[in-house]
């Protein structure tokens, strides 16, 4: 048995300086949190135990769950983190986390998951962007881009986490971009109504930018253009950058990597069916 104490919950707030300093200390894992927190976005809870912080659980409004701890709990620790989850009782659809939890709340769930496989942070800045990449065709989408981008979307979904196009809401869909769009998130290559690639600014705030959603049209392939997008995001953004990626998504990897990011660190990911 462990000789460590229990863990003791509290609700996740805002103004909590004890999980603003456990977010901060995970590195880009810990972006999206410190992110949500400066906003007021503030759905969890943490686990202290005796007395320090330990565990922190963010609900985002997409249905991301993200995850914050130690990889050296122990089973007993691990499944009351995965008890803690279930009793907030707030809908989640994607968790990412340390490989023990994340494979704790799948045993919990029915049905075979759509996605459970190890993610890969990247990293970088202005500072590390290759200058080389960098292009001077990168703009803000624009309305008329819309139905290319619920294409990119619906391709990216199928590919990369298993998502058939039939099972997406397009009315949902189209309201997403259109929400990303109007808000200045979505860079994208190509022509007014003919984008080529594209990604979405996932995050933005005192952590860091979280960059996700990087596409580029089969046809399109093989000419740098993910590269270029995300090294020019890179050269203009005033603080660090990150994204994470499939551990076996060898192709979009080494864009990533010519572009100037490096890897940094790992977490599971489960997506449910």
Sequence with gaps: MSDRPP????PLHADDDGAATLAARAGPHGVYVTNALAAGDAAGFVLARGGEDAVLGWFGVRGNL????????????????ADQVQRTRRPWRIAMGPRAIVEALLLRTSGAPLVLRDQVYYAGSSATAAADQVRNDVRPAQRADRDRLVQATLQLNASDL????????RRWLRDAIDERIAEGTTRVVGPVGGVTCKLD?????PGGTVLEGV??????????????????????????VCLH???????????YERAGMQEVARCRLLLLG
């Design 162 to 169: 298993n998502i058939p196009p039939a099972s997406v809401d």
């Design 245 to 255: 990626v499939g551990l076996h998504n060898t192709p979009a990897r080494a864009a």
């Design 7 to 10: 863990f003791t919950e509290r």
């Design 215 to 240: 596409f580029t049209f089969a046809d399109q392939r093989g000419r740098g253009l993910a590269t270029g997008l995300v090294a020019t995001c890179l050269a203009a953004a005033p603080a660090s």
């Design 201 to 205: 600014i996932g995050s933005d705030g």
């Design 66 to 81: 993200v995850l914050i701890g130690p990889d050296t709990l122990g089973p007993a620790e691990v499944e009351r983190v």
